[in-house]
């Protein structure tokens, strides 16, 4: 940096000097001379402005001299002024550019001293110009912000590197204000660093609007979470009694032999179902919408999904006598690589509206394709046909909205709308699309279209058929632990492997429970709730699962909520995975994974008599007790109402009955205190006197399972 006082003052004694033609030989002053210009030298010859002199070997020549002609003085001294003059117009240029930048202009030394701002940067702090010298400029930052800001600009220039960074710094009015200040090093013609030189900008605006921005993302992430924490509750919660009216629903059916209360009871199981798919076409859109719906790719035969297809829909088909047709062009490969369940959901969607909408005709399902290469398909396009009443040009594209139906046809509309909606968003997360092109009094047309699919090539066509796992099976004997804090979720349960199984059933309410059993009867299986008070089944599978004693034990998920989160948490975590309602052929496979069984055949399945069934619906363990108490309690009230048909003490026989099967869990009990207090309550008189008389049978049923223990 140039010093401009001695260079003026040099040049008044130079040219005295020179004008009396004297030489200097007084020590102190000739020092004094020389020392401004060795200064005025060094700089010329490292500067940009050495240009200006005649050559730079002049400039050198004067380099360690002590004593100097007055002709190299006056040389000296125009070339000064020659460079003097443009440093002082260079620097005016640099001062009107850096007063009129719109930014706030900083410059720094070798030693992070600051040494200019510029006009904008005054006006922001409302100081003057020696007070932001040096490191005084950073007595503005927020103290907050200081330590942050001082590391980097620190490591900035010790690394020669540029640096941009945000923080708050205080305007003249005391508010502080958000900056964004970029520096970036300098060097000198000889690439020698020399400094810093950046610029700030006041983004105050800026993170006011990005604070807002971020403010309104975490509300709606909030929400977001909230609707997923919302439907995953109201998913268990709904789902929680749907399992026992679907399950005791299906457990009756088989029981009834009255034609009418078997269809009243098949309607209650429709109608359960119907409620079931809503929520679950509710949860998909859902996940669908918060990107946590994952496609799961498998292998699937064509051939077999659309005679599933077929299959599912054959009853209401001929219910409304309409025609269905497969057609498969030769080039569409067997087996591809998709979500086969998803594809399945998409398929079934479609062909239920079109069996919905039409009235007369056919049902069409086509499947063509174009090759990539061997191995890969362009695209698979679905076309289902129908000879419905088709839809009007205006909504077709309406009608794939969430929870939109066309409202102007004259057919009933059942559903909720969603059908369409999730069809499509499942399409486009399988890289594909679903249009439609219809004709009103014609038909329509929906293509599902699904891009770079996958070949699978089969060495062997697997032809046979896939076994059922509703088949007549033989457990060996083992212990079953049942945890769920609701206790008719644990009666159904037990309900159903008793039904089935010769099991020996525990119960636990919680999973503190869960551990206590563990630790007595060690069982072969666990049912395992996961939502449960003081300890859940996530942290009670995590203590069995830590212990190498138990480690090995099997758990089994039992949830009604299907949230994204549960669903990886559990695969994680658990040997497998069951959800409310409850499947009979879900839980029987559950089973069959862990406890040894064999199957039936036909001539086995015929030596399984109606005693044996009533018998293994009570525990084995319970049996003499439930036996001493009808035998204590119950026998003289039975000889009374089996002597005179007296409905109002059969009805209190009856309830006694329940009472007394729900608290040992016999369900064969309840069956009979139920039927028996129907009878009452219908006054059926020819049906009674058996029904009554059936508790003998009861008695010596327990006395047999008694004795066998």
Known sequence: MIDFNALKELQKKAKSIFKQKEFIDKENYYKEIELALLRFIEFSASNEFSALLENETQIDSYRGKKHFSSEEIQIILIKQKELE?????????????????????????????????????????GKELIDEFGTDWMKSIHPEDYGGFIQLY????????SFKISYRMLRKDKQYRWIINHGVPISDNQR??????????????LKHTEEELQKAKERAEAANRAKSDFLANVSHEIRTPMNSILGFSEILEKELKNEHNKRYVSLIKTSGKTLLTLIND?????????????????????????????????????????QFFIHRELDVPECIYLDEIRLRQILINLVNNAIKFTKKGYIK?????????????????????????????????????????????????????????????????????????????EGSSFYVTLKDI????????????????TEEVKFRTAKVLVADDVNHNRFLLKTILLYHFSLEIFEA????????????????????DLRMPYLDGYEATKIIKMNPDTAKIPVIAVTASFMQSDEVAIKEQFDGFISKPYKEEDIIDSLKKYIPYHVLNSSQNKEISEQDKQVVEISKQNSKLVLETLER????????????????????FADDIVQLGEKNDCFNLINYGNKLKAQAKSFDVSALPETIKGFETILEDLKNLSESN
């Open 192 to 205: 020698e660093f020399v400094g810093f030189i950046g610029s700030c900008i006041d983004i105050s605006e």
């Open 365 to 441: 399902i086509s499947i063509k394709c174009k090759h990539k290469n061997q191995n890969e398909l362009e695209y698979l396009t679905f076309l289902l046909q129908d000879t419905g009443v088709g839809i009007p040009a205006d909504v077709q594209e309406y009608i794939f909205g969430a929870f939109n139906q066309e409202m102007s046809q004259n057919v009933k509309n059942e559903g909720t709308g969603l059908g369409l909606a999730i069809s499509r968003k499942l399409a486009r997360l399988m890289n594909g699309d679903i249009t439609v092109h219809s004709i009103m009094n």
């Open 509 to 528: 309410k919680n999973g503190n429970e869960v551990l206590a059993v563990m630790e007595e009867q060690k069982p072969d299986i666990i049912f395992m």
């Open 454 to 469: 996958k070949i699978i090539y089969k060495q062997e066509k697997n032809a046979s058929v896939k076994q059922k796992l």
């Open 154 to 161: 620190t490591k900035s220039f010790d690394n020669r590197q």
């Open 633 to 652: 309690d119950f026998l003289k009230p039975w000889e009374e109402i089996k002597k005179g048909l007296y409905f109002s003490k059969i009805q209190i």
């Open 85 to 125: 003059t443009a440093i002082r117009e260079s620097e005016k240029r640099f001062h009107l550019m850096a007063d009129a930048a719109p930014v706030m202009i900083w410059i720094a030394d070798t030693d992070k001293l600051c040494y200019f701002v510029n006009k904008q940067w005054l006006n922001f702090t």
């Open 282 to 322: 509710i949860l998909d859109l859902s996940k669908i919408e918060a990107g946590k719906l994952n496609i799961n790719y498998n292998e699937i035969d064509v051939e077999n999904l659309l005679s599933d297809i077929q299959n599912i829909f054959e009853q209401k088909l001929k219910n409304k006598n309409l």
